[in-house]
C-alpha cells in the first residue's frame, strides 16, 4: 500500500533538515554518505544514527612532533679517521612504544595522548638524535647506528635502555637510562652506567614537553661522548 508523507506545519523547518543541519555536516553530504552506503550493500541507516555518527568529523587533527639533535657548534671540526662509534638500537619499556605521547599522572598511572603523537617511532627518534649528538660532542664523523654492513668495523658499541622517559605529575620531565660501551668485538665492557637527568617546572603542553625531552638527550649524549673519548684516548683521533 501507499505510505503517506509526514507532513510538517507551514513555516517550520523538516525535522529530517533540522537534525542533518545540527550536526554541521550540510544535507548534501548526508544524502551522499547515505548513498554510498547503500551501493555497498549496507543497511540504511536512520537519520538519528547517522546523526550520532557526525560526531567522528569533529575529533581535532593530530599533532605530530619529534625529537631534536644539539645544534653542532661552528667551530666543530669532526676527527674523519680513529675508531668507529656505533649506537645499538635503543631499548624502551612498552608502555613508551607507543604512537602516542605518554605523560605521567600518578605512581601508577599514566596517560596517553589521543592527539598529540610521534610523528614516528620513539626508539628510532632517540637513537637517531644521540648518535648526532655523540658524533658532534666527540667530535667523529666515524659515529654509525646499528645494524650496518659486515665491512664496516665497528670498534666501540654503545648500549642503551631507556627505564623512563615522560612527564612527571609534579611538572618535571625525567630520564632515567642505562647504557654500556662494549669494545674489542663484543668481549670488552669498557663502562656500565645507569644516570638520571631532569628538567623542572615543564608547562603541560606537548610542544614544551618534547623540547624537555630533547634537552635530557643531549645530557645523556654528553655523558656517553665522555666515556666514548676515555675509551679511545689510545686512537690517534685527528
Same mark, same amino acid.
Request: charge should be neutral; aromatic fraction near 6%; proline fraction near 8%.
Given at each position: 500500500?501507499?505510505? @503517506?508523507?509526514?507532513?510538517? $506545519?507551514?513555516?517550520?523547518?523538516?525535522? +529530517? =533538515? &533540522?537534525? !542533518?543541519?545540527? /550536526? %554541521?555536516?550540510?544535507?548534501?553530504?548526508?544524502?551522499?554518505?547515505?548513498?554510498?552506503?547503500?551501493?555497498?550493500?549496507?543497511?540504511?541507516?536512520?537519520?538519528?544514527?547517522?546523526?550520532?555518527?557526525?560526531?567522528?568529523?569533529?575529533?581535532?587533527?593530530?599533532?605530530?612532533?619529534?625529537?631534536?639533535?644539539?645544534?653542532?657548534?661552528?667551530?666543530?671540526?669532526?676527527?674523519?679517521?680513529?675508531?668507529?662509534? @656505533?649506537?645499538?638500537?635503543? $631499548?624502551?619499556?612498552?608502555?613508551?612504544? +607507543? =604512537? &602516542?605521547? !605518554?605523560?605521567? /599522572? %600518578?605512581?601508577?598511572?599514566?596517560?596517553?595522548?589521543?592527539?598529540?603523537?610521534?610523528?614516528?617511532?620513539?626508539?628510532?627518534?632517540?637513537?637517531?638524535?644521540?648518535?648526532?649528538?655523540?658524533?658532534?660532542?666527540?667530535?667523529?664523523?666515524?659515529?654509525?647506528?646499528?645494524?650496518?654492513?659486515?665491512?664496516?668495523?665497528?670498534?666501540?658499541?654503545?648500549?642503551?635502555?631507556?627505564?623512563?622517559?615522560?612527564?612527571?605529575?609534579?611538572?618535571?620531565?625525567?630520564?632515567?637510562?642505562?647504557?654500556?660501551?662494549?669494545?674489542?668485538?663484543? /668481549?670488552?665492557?669498557?663502562?656500565?652506567?645507569?644516570?638520571?637527568?631532569?628538567?623542572?617546572?615543564?608547562?603541560?603542553?606537548?610542544?614544551?614537553?618534547?623540547?624537555?625531552?630533547?634537552?635530557?638527550?643531549?645530557?645523556?649524549?654528553?655523558?656517553?661522548?665522555?666515556?666514548?673519548?676515555?675509551?679511545?684516548?689510545?686512537?690517534?683521533?685527528?
Amino acid at each position: 500500500g501507499k505510505v @503517506a508523507a509526514r507532513a510538517h $506545519r507551514p513555516g517550520t523547518e523538516d525535522p +529530517q =533538515r &533540522a537534525a !542533518v543541519r545540527q /550536526t %554541521g555536516l550540510g544535507w548534501q553530504s548526508m544524502m551522499r554518505m547515505r548513498r554510498l552506503l547503500r551501493r555497498a550493500g549496507a543497511p540504511v541507516l536512520s537519520f538519528g544514527l547517522l546523526c550520532g555518527c557526525s560526531g567522528l568529523f569533529d575529533q581535532p587533527p593530530l599533532q605530530f612532533y619529534t625529537l631534536t639533535a644539539e645544534p653542532a657548534p661552528v667551530t666543530t671540526s669532526p676527527s674523519r679517521s680513529g675508531p668507529i662509534f @656505533a649506537i645499538a638500537p635503543v $631499548r624502551l619499556p612498552q608502555y613508551l612504544s +607507543q =604512537r &602516542a605521547i !605518554v605523560t605521567r /599522572t %600518578g605512581p601508577t598511572q599514566l596517560d596517553l595522548s589521543e592527539n598529540h603523537v610521534w610523528a614516528g617511532p620513539l626508539a628510532d627518534a632517540i637513537g637517531s638524535v644521540l648518535s648526532e649528538n655523540i658524533s658532534t660532542m666527540i667530535p667523529s664523523d666515524r659515529v654509525v647506528e646499528l645494524p650496518v654492513s659486515a665491512a664496516i668495523p665497528v670498534d666501540y658499541e654503545v648500549r642503551i635502555e631507556i627505564v623512563s622517559f615522560e612527564r612527571q605529575p609534579d611538572g618535571a620531565v625525567d630520564l632515567v637510562a642505562r647504557w654500556t660501551v662494549v669494545g674489542g668485538g663484543g /668481549t670488552q665492557l669498557m663502562a656500565v652506567e645507569r644516570a638520571g637527568y631532569q628538567v623542572r617546572d615543564v608547562p603541560s603542553d606537548y610542544a614544551s614537553i618534547t623540547v624537555a625531552m630533547s634537552s635530557l638527550l643531549t645530557e645523556l649524549s654528553r655523558d656517553i661522548a665522555s666515556a666514548l673519548r676515555s675509551a679511545a684516548a689510545p686512537y690517534p683521533m685527528s
